[in-house]
């Protein structure tokens, strides 16, 4: 594999990485329908202020979601919708492989 090539990849995988956690997972489904503080989004998901600020943290730093300071607030929202369609993709992979499951027991 050339240099080119493993940068590209490393790239991928970093965004990838970043939204491998089931908060983060979360906080790109709840963004991707509408915007929010880090204080609604710390009642959603039931975490600590410092927690979810970790998680938006991850997720900016690589693109995936904005932040906008109005007064004392931050609000975010998602930078890259086309990510619901990778989600979308995902979907259809759970949904393939419960259907081979089911497939085995009946």
């Known amino acids: 594999m050339d240099i080119k090539t ?4 490393e790239a991928k995988a970093r965004i990838i990485k970043a939204m491998a956690h089931p908060t983060r997972l979360f906080i ?7 915007e929010h503080c880090v204080c609604e989004l710390t009642a959603l998901i039931g975490a600590d202020v410092s927690t979810v600020s ?12 904005d932040d906008e300071k109005r007064g004392s607030s931050v609000y975010y929202q998602l930078k ?24 085995c027991i009946r």
């Open 80 to 103: 890259m919708p086309c990510v619901m369609g990778f989600f979308s993709c995902v979907d259809t992979v759970i949904k393939a492989n419960a259907q081979g499951q089911l497939k």
């Open 28 to 34: 790109v489904e709840t963004l991707a329908k509408h």
């Open 54 to 65: 970790k998680h938006l943290s991850i997720l900016r730093e690589v693109g995936i979601i």
């Open 6 to 9: 493993q940068n590209r990849l």
